[in-house]
């Protein structure tokens, strides 16, 4: 037997959110937006696909001794050494100790967005689309420029590579080798997708026949690597410039994305007005400065 569904339009949505608040089921309005909030957010946020967030528990944060901040504390692996001895020697004995760093949490927060009930009703489009396009967007541009600030930084150290002219192998080359130099492994390259288009013009000896004719067939967003390397591609360019890329270390390597809480949608209403925002708060940590490596192509 075949079931037919009604396709809902999106002012009958908008009613039933309305509806919702009305009713005072506000927990049951957010969670139904906020579903749709998170599913968008992972997507548009490249910082998330380059360190995967981890929502923390109450009891895994930490507190801070002189201050009321939450803080994560996270122990990096401690050094160590073999040595040769004949079967009569022992090793060395060392005292070791752990390093730790700390990761801070700060709070995203979207505009806040106040309508009339009888005003929202009356909307053609889903209200909820509005939320994430616009409000959710913005939250991940956030998150992003931080991720950035931190890595340009730990960059200015000695970790920014200026290879020769091109996008081409040997200019990727190179910073795959400074980061394997240092003994870390490669995890994804990050650039921008403007940047990324530029494969489209490597030669038939760079990349074979087979890779020139899924690219003219498909194009490049066909491509989830370059060079057996995951891609991470952003139209950010405001946040990434357009000549860099940038190579980071695997997650176990580099650092963490931690998250007291995840996008949320809040709402109240007063007489007829209903106001909606949503918020996270995420906290960034780099662990191993070593795993950052940026590339500034001469084009």
Not at 26 to 37: G, H, M, P, S
Not at 95 to 105: A, E, I, K, N
Not at 198 to 220: C, F, M, N, P, Q
């Amino acid at each position: 037997m075949r079931i037919e569904t009604p396709q809902l339009s999106a002012q009958f949505i908008n009613q039933g959110f309305v509806r919702k608040i009305e009713e005072g089921r506000i927990k049951e309005a957010q969670d139904e937006a906020t579903a749709f909030i998170r599913s968008k957010m992972r997507q548009t946020s490249f910082a998330r696909e380059i360190l995967p967030p981890v929502v923390l528990a109450d009891d895994e944060i930490d507190r801070d001794e002189y201050t009321d901040l939450p803080k994560k504390i996270v122990e990096k692996e401690p050094e160590s050494e073999a040595t040769f001895v004949t079967f009569k020697g022992t090793g060395k004995r060392r005292w070791f100790s752990g390093p730790r760093y700390s990761v801070y949490f700060g709070k995203v927060e979207s505009d806040r967005f106040v309508k009339s009930k009888f005003e929202l009703m009356t909307y053609q489009n889903d209200i909820r689309k509005i939320l994430t396009d616009n409000s959710v967007k913005d939250m991940a541009d956030q998150e992003d420029m931080k991720f950035m600030e931190t890595c340009k930084a730990i960059a200015t150290g000695g970790q920014h590579l200026t290879p020769g002219t091109g996008f081409t192998a040997a200019n990727f080359v190179a910073a795959f080798q400074y980061l394997q130099g240092q003994k870390i492994p490669i995890g994804k390259i990050l650039m921008t997708k403007s940047l990324y288009y530029k494969a489209l013009e490597l030669t038939y000896s760079a990349v074979g026949g087979d890779i020139l004719a899924r690219h003219y067939d498909g194009g490049i967003e066909t491509e989830e690597k370059l060079w057996g390397i995951p891609v991470v591609t952003t139209i950010k360019n405001d946040i990434i410039d357009a000549n860099d890329f940038w190579v980071f270390a695997p997650q176990e390597y580099l650092g963490n994305f931690f998250l007291l809480q995840d996008a949320t949608l809040f709402i109240k209403q007063e007489a007829d007005l209903i106001e909606f925002w949503s918020y996270s708060a995420p906290g960034i940590g780099i662990g191993n400065t070593k795993g950052v490596v940026r590339t500034t192509l001469t084009l």
